[in-house]
DNA sequence: ATAGGGATATTG
DNA sequence: CAATATCCCTAT
């Protein structure tokens, strides 16, 4: 699968009501673009989501995830918005105030939540938007709880009214909305049912040109709240069967064009231009893809498990989890790492409770799903250890499937969509004289073929150039 | 990493 | 539309 859809396809079923097992099985399955920042920051806003429905309690890995989101979000110039500080102080009080009652453990929340996390924030080179008044005041006043006992009787009073969970729910709703829709549900919401089907069946679209041709991408208030309203069934073909009417004239819907390079934009112009074969093969993609993934996400249980683990049957165990350090991992090394990919299923997560125990012993009867076909940019992603060992059928398990009911969301995609980049060729760039100059010169000193030696050599003037444009250049400058 | 073939974009 | 330039994919 091609590491575009594939992230579409995560970035969609991260918002999908999935229960965590479900999900993180397929997560297990996708390849994960490693250098994603908004997928990054999904998972991690899904992850809080599952926390904080799984148990009544609050656990204080949410300050990790907040502090990573923080981070993504600083390094992308988003500014942490007050329901992000808000959450984030009400969880660190909250995972403190818990121990009040035994002093040792209250102090060592003290000093891992306090004097470690917030203090490392306080006095990082960058100025770390998680921290603010709010969370300074609750600062000083826990840390002097640990020597005087009436303060103490002061910070238990003073938290009664905390609300983390809620703040929390607010930050994360928050955090979904400006973020947007997914890819394919924007995509879903700018294409007409017809049109799709046009495209997606024979491509027979001469016929409509003109018209309402004048239209913007629109995705409907009502679509987006059902987003992830309930559960599942309903919203089973999301990519395709939008009903006209909702999506098109008649909602008041909001734009998403902004977005320089975005080919959404074409795609909304549909009816305006010849297609392209980029949108052409845009549409083909999300054809595919968007069939595999309706799979899974129109009968979820039985479905998506019974794919997931067939797939994961079929597949050598990948525990890498990109998440912790985020970098370190590239495809090479997973594929280093798991030289059975595809041959061993006794080597895959002997030790994953789920996966002993729903296998069904036949992998091979399954043909292998193209979802997991795998990428050279991506590794695998562990969606959360702790989900498996829970037990199947449980109380808690059942409660997750309402995950995201409790949450309607009214999603506005006015912020802009990250461009995912599905031009997958380049733009096209002449070559300067200068280049051609420098090419001939390069082969010349360093010797034809060596084209890599070169482009380094030269590397200021050969901007944006591959080694193989080098080499292309070359072989045509040289014909004849 | 490189070469070669093929796809796509640009030019005339 | 053909010729050419650039870019991409794949096998080696």
């Not at 009787?153 to 609300?163: A, L, Q």
């Not at 019974?306 to 998440?323: D, H, I, K, T, Y």
């Not at 091979?364 to 989900?387: H, I, Q, Y």
């Amino acid at each position: 699968m091609d590491a575009d859809v594939a992230r579409w396809v995560l970035e969609y079923i991260l918002r999908q009501p999935l229960d965590d097992r479900t999900l993180n099985n397929l997560l297990r399955v996708l390849p994960i673009p490693n250098d994603n920042a908004r997928l990054k920051k999904s998972m991690l806003l899904r992850r809080i989501e599952s926390e904080i429905i799984k148990k009544g309690s609050i656990p204080e890995k949410l300050l990790g995830f907040l502090e990573r989101i923080e981070e993504l979000d600083y390094q992308e110039g988003i500014e942490t918005c007050d329901s992000m500080k808000h959450a984030y102080c009400s969880v660190a009080v909250d995972c403190t105030v818990r121990f009040l009652d035994e002093r040792e453990e209250y102090f060592d929340a003290v000093k891992r939540i306090w004097r470690g996390r917030v203090w490392k924030m306080e006095r990082s080179e960058r100025a770390v938007g998680l921290v603010c008044d709010e969370l300074r005041g609750w600062r000083d006043d826990i840390e002097a709880a640990v020597w005087d006992p009436s303060v103490c009787e002061n910070v238990r009073v003073k938290s009664r009214g905390n609300g983390v969970l809620e703040a929390v729910r607010v930050y994360v709703d928050e955090a979904w909305k400006s973020a947007g829709p997914s890819f394919l549900e924007a995509v879903a919401g700018t294409v007409s049912e017809d049109t799709m089907r046009e495209v997606l069946g024979q491509g027979g679209i001469g016929d409509r040109v003109g018209g309402d041709s004048t239209r913007d991408s629109i995705v409907s208030e009502k679509d987006k709240e059902s987003r992830r309203g309930g559960v599942l069934p309903r919203q089973k073909h999301v990519a395709m069967k939008h009903p006209r009417g909702a999506t098109i004239g008649t909602s008041r819907g909001v734009k998403i064009t902004d977005t320089e390079e975005l080919d959404l934009r074409k795609l909304s112009n549909y009816y305006e231009c010849l297609p392209s074969p980029e949108i052409n093969e845009v549409q083909e993609a999300l054809r595919t893809s968007v069939a595999e993934l309706q799979a899974v996400v129109k009968d979820p249980l039985p479905e998506a498990l019974r794919l997931a683990e067939n797939v994961m049957s079929c597949m050598g165990g990948q525990n890498m989890n990109q998440e912790s350090s985020g970098r370190g991992q590239n495809g090479k090394n997973v594929d280093a790492a798991n030289p059975s990919v595809g041959t061993s299923p006794e080597a895959a997560l002997a030790n994953e409770a789920n996966c002993d125990n729903q296998r069904s012993g036949h992998q091979n009867d399954v043909p292998k799903p193209s979802l997991m076909a795998r990428n050279g940019t991506a590794c695998t992603f562990e969606w959360d250890d702790s989900v498996d060992s829970l037990p199947e059928g449980s109380a808690d398990h059942a409660s997750r499937l309402h995950l995201s009911t409790p949450n309607r969301r009214l999603v506005s995609p006015l912020k802009k969509y990250q461009t995912p980049k599905i031009s997958r060729r380049r733009k096209v760039k002449k070559w300067s004289p200068l280049e051609e100059d420098t090419l001939r010169t390069g082969v010349q000193k360093l010797g034809m073929g060596n084209w890599k030696v070169i482009l380094n050599a030269y590397r200021e003037i050969f901007e944006e150039r591959t080694e193989v444009d080098l080499k292309d250049k070359w072989r045509n400058m040289t014909r004849y």
